[in-house]
């Protein structure tokens, strides 16, 4: 294979300078039209591409953005993707993507590999059961800004998007409350991510707002796993109220735990009730969706992680200003229900 032309090559068929080609393909106005159409023409006959790799390094930029997220299977994630790249796309960015599959030891190897990879910034939904921020700490010395969404970690001076999840759990109970149950579980998430205790908040004050007592033990951490969750269902079951109504973290925790009450022999929505998060199309589908999910608005989180994360690369916002955005969530109810 021949070796690719370069602006050199041109040049010296031109007898011009380099940097006069390098303006010239550039349009830049020092440059005469005659010239310009004459270096064009060249570089259009020797199928002339620019050196990408040179333009980076000219300009101290990829055009590239790192994403790190739990599961790409998942269709919460996936709306996530596509505004964040829908968004990176409009700013001629382009996108890599790596999965931590919940799994904290995976997620900081992505986060070194994607900055040896030198992109430009990071969009990151936590792993689970990270608690060690010292990998997304360092990316500080490499002028790497980096923007969490939806699963954010427990630090002051962060840039975040979020959905509420306080005010999403007051009126998931709520309407358990109105429709007469009065025993409601939770199948939390791990004790430790910010959203399992904003669930937390919201089902203590929900109770407190029908003036009635929050019982701890109907609150149960689970690890999101199909296993975990069958487990907390089993303590919820077992507990010496009778659970008449249960939150479940979102709607694949939900249907794992509509399986497993089936299984025990309760009929859904007379013996148990359930309501979840996320309000994922996939509910449509099921046999027993959730009587509600709180919409949690994916598809604008990763939007607005992204805008966010622009504006802190083009330099409009200071590193220092941090943005912390909390998307209202809704509540929405089946149909028919």
Do not use: C
Request: charged share 20%; glycine share 4%.
């Amino acid at each position: 294979m021949p070796n690719p032309p370069t602006i050199k090559e041109i040049a010296k068929r031109l007898n011009l300078a380099a940097s006069t080609v390098s303006r010239a393909l550039h349009n830049h106005p020092r440059i005469g039209l005659r010239t310009r159409m004459k270096v064009q023409e060249l570089a259009r006959e020797l199928q002339y591409e620019p050196n990408q790799t040179a333009i980076f390094f000219q300009q101290k930029k990829t055009f590239t953005l790192g994403i790190v997220l739990p599961e790409l299977s998942e269709a919460f994630f996936s709306a996530a993707i596509s505004g964040i790249e829908d968004t990176a796309n409009k700013s001629n960015y382009m996108v890599l993507l790596g999965q931590s599959h919940d799994d904290t030891t995976r997620e900081q190897k992505i986060v070194e590999i994607m900055k040896n990879h030198r992109v430009d910034g990071l969009l990151v939904s936590l792993a689970k059961n990270t608690v060690n921020y010292a990998h997304f700490e360092m990316l500080q010395k490499y002028n790497i800004p980096v923007v969490f969404f939806d699963r954010i970690p427990n630090m002051r001076d962060i840039h975040y998007v979020a959905s509420n999840m306080e005010s999403g759990t007051i009126q998931a109970v709520s309407l358990l409350l109105q429709r007469g149950h009065r025993v409601i579980g939770m199948i939390n998430g791990p004790e430790k991510l910010i959203a399992s205790q904003q669930r937390t908040t919201g089902y203590q004050k929900a109770m407190r707002l029908q003036r009635l007592k929050y019982d701890a033990s109907l609150n149960v951490n689970a690890d999101l796993t199909k296993e975990g969750t069958r487990n907390a269902m089993q303590q919820l079951l077992a507990h010496k109220r009778k659970v008449t109504a249960i939150v479940a973290f979102n709607d694949y925790v939900s249907q794992d735990a509509v399986q497993y009450a089936l299984e025990q022999g309760l009929e859904i929505n007379k013996d148990i009730t359930f309501v979840s998060y996320a309000n994922l199309p996939l509910s449509s589908y099921m046999a027993f969706p959730p009587l509600a999910s709180v919409e949690q608005y994916p598809y604008l989180q990763g939007q607005r992680a992204t805008e966010i994360l622009l504006e802190l690369l083009s330099g409009k916002l200071p590193p220092d200003q941090y943005q912390q955005v909390v998307i209202d969530s809704r509540l929405v109810i089946a149909p028919g229900r």
